[in-house]
């Protein structure tokens, strides 16, 4: 239902166009095609993945000779749940294994403004109310307002936050939060990370160390390295991605502001091009809108 209300601009943008693609056809070819080819790039599925899915289209028509436009949708829904399923293999009892690691370590990257430390603060909050005990580090030291806005939202979640003044090392924050976490019997420890993209060398050296840092505490920290996208910004998302995922191993994805967005192929064609899989999507600004990614019901609700 969250889903629903969530991807509902995608939804109305996306399928009103596709059945505006075939409209007045009645079979598959050259034309619907390439409409069907605008559709998807203009949704930010990215031309990559677009053309993946275009030439498997293809392939079935050719193979099948005659499909009309109405098996059309089916089809087109198939190869995206086929694409999605390709990296996207974990399923939500894997997550919950992986999770009895103690504590559980989560690091999240991304740039200012894509929404990571409201992401950390739902985040919180669902661990928490499944039981588990939390601790955030605020190790994104150069802005006072991200430090500021972690501590806003540990107190709302009611979850402590680990911090020093600004400024200090990452590392020795990542590394503070850790120490308190392991001494209290935390279950879950989410660091914040800056994301200043400007110096390719620096965010990666930066990332690294805060990981060596970390190992000496916990040493196979992190179990995740969550990289934050905001899903409303198309070509920028997959450029982020691009560059972090050079700079460090990222584990999963968490594409945020999907409400906000008529344009939510990003989701499937940053997954299918990074080879990653999206763990979160955000729907929402509260504290209650943040979704496991569940790869099923998201085609299901963009198709139905
Ligand atoms: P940060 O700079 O990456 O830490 O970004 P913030 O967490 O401060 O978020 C930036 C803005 O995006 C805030 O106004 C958030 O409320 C908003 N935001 C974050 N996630 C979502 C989401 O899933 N949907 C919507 N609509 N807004 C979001």
């Given at each position: 239902e969250t889903l629903d209300k969530g991807l509902a601009k995608t939804k109305s943008n996306v399928f009103a166009k596709l059945s505006r693609a075939v409209a007045g056809k009645s079979k598959v070819d050259d034309e619907v095609l390439d409409n069907l080819e605008e559709v998807l790039v203009t949704s930010d599925v990215g031309i990559d993945t677009t053309l993946r899915i275009i030439d498997r289209i293809e392939k079935r028509v050719a193979r099948d000779k005659y499909i009309n436009t109405a098996e059309l949708n089916a089809i087109l829904k198939e190869e995206i749940a086929a694409l999605l399923a390709e990296n996207n293999k974990e399923t939500e009892a894997d997550f919950e294994a992986a999770l009895t690691k103690k504590p559980y370590v989560i690091m999240v990257v991304g740039v200012n403004g894509v929404g990571k430390t409201t992401t950390i603060g739902k985040l919180a909050y669902q661990f928490k109310k499944a039981g588990k005990k939390v601790y955030l580090g605020a190790a994104d030291t150069f802005r006072a307002a991200a430090v500021e806005q972690l501590v806003i939202w540990g107190e709302r979640v009611g979850v402590p936050v680990v911090k020093q003044q600004m400024g200090s090392d990452p590392a020795s924050v990542a590394f503070d939060t850790l120490t308190s976490a392991t001494s209290n019997d935390a279950d879950v420890v989410i660091i914040d990370t800056a994301?200043?993209?400007?110096n390719k060398v620096n965010l990666m050296n930066e990332l690294t160390k805060i990981k060596n840092v970390m190992q000496k505490v916990v040493p196979d920290a992190p179990h995740e390295v969550l990289l934050v996208l905001d899903g409303s910004t198309g070509q920028n998302a997959f450029e982020q991605a691009k560059q972090f995922t050079k700079a460090t191993h990222v584990t999963a994805l968490a594409i945020t502001k999907l409400d906000g967005?008529?344009?939510?192929g990003v989701v499937i064609g940053i997954s299918d091009q990074f080879?990653?899989?999206?763990?979160y999507i955000g729907l929402g600004e509260k504290m209650e809108d943040l979704q496991l990614f569940d790869r099923e019901q998201f085609v299901e609700t963009l198709f139905e």
């Amino acid at each position: 239902e969250t889903l629903d209300k969530g991807l509902a601009k995608t939804k109305s943008n996306v399928f009103a166009k596709l059945s505006r693609a075939v409209a007045g056809k009645s079979k598959v070819d050259d034309e619907v095609l390439d409409n069907l080819e605008e559709v998807l790039v203009t949704s930010d599925v990215g031309i990559d993945t677009t053309l993946r899915i275009i030439d498997r289209i293809e392939k079935r028509v050719a193979r099948d000779k005659y499909i009309n436009t109405a098996e059309l949708n089916a089809i087109l829904k198939e190869e995206i749940a086929a694409l999605l399923a390709e990296n996207n293999k974990e399923t939500e009892a894997d997550f919950e294994a992986a999770l009895t690691k103690k504590p559980y370590v989560i690091m999240v990257v991304g740039v200012n403004g894509v929404g990571k430390t409201t992401t950390i603060g739902k985040l919180a909050y669902q661990f928490k109310k499944a039981g588990k005990k939390v601790y955030l580090g605020a190790a994104d030291t150069f802005r006072a307002a991200a430090v500021e806005q972690l501590v806003i939202w540990g107190e709302r979640v009611g979850v402590p936050v680990v911090k020093q003044q600004m400024g200090s090392d990452p590392a020795s924050v990542a590394f503070d939060t850790l120490t308190s976490a392991t001494s209290n019997d935390a279950d879950v420890v989410i660091i914040d990370t800056a994301g200043r993209l400007h110096n390719k060398v620096n965010l990666m050296n930066e990332l690294t160390k805060i990981k060596n840092v970390m190992q000496k505490v916990v040493p196979d920290a992190p179990h995740e390295v969550l990289l934050v996208l905001d899903g409303s910004t198309g070509q920028n998302a997959f450029e982020q991605a691009k560059q972090f995922t050079k700079a460090t191993h990222v584990t999963a994805l968490a594409i945020t502001k999907l409400d906000g967005t008529a344009k939510g192929g990003v989701v499937i064609g940053i997954s299918d091009q990074f080879h990653i899989p999206v763990r979160y999507i955000g729907l929402g600004e509260k504290m209650e809108d943040l979704q496991l990614f569940d790869r099923e019901q998201f085609v299901e609700t963009l198709f139905e």
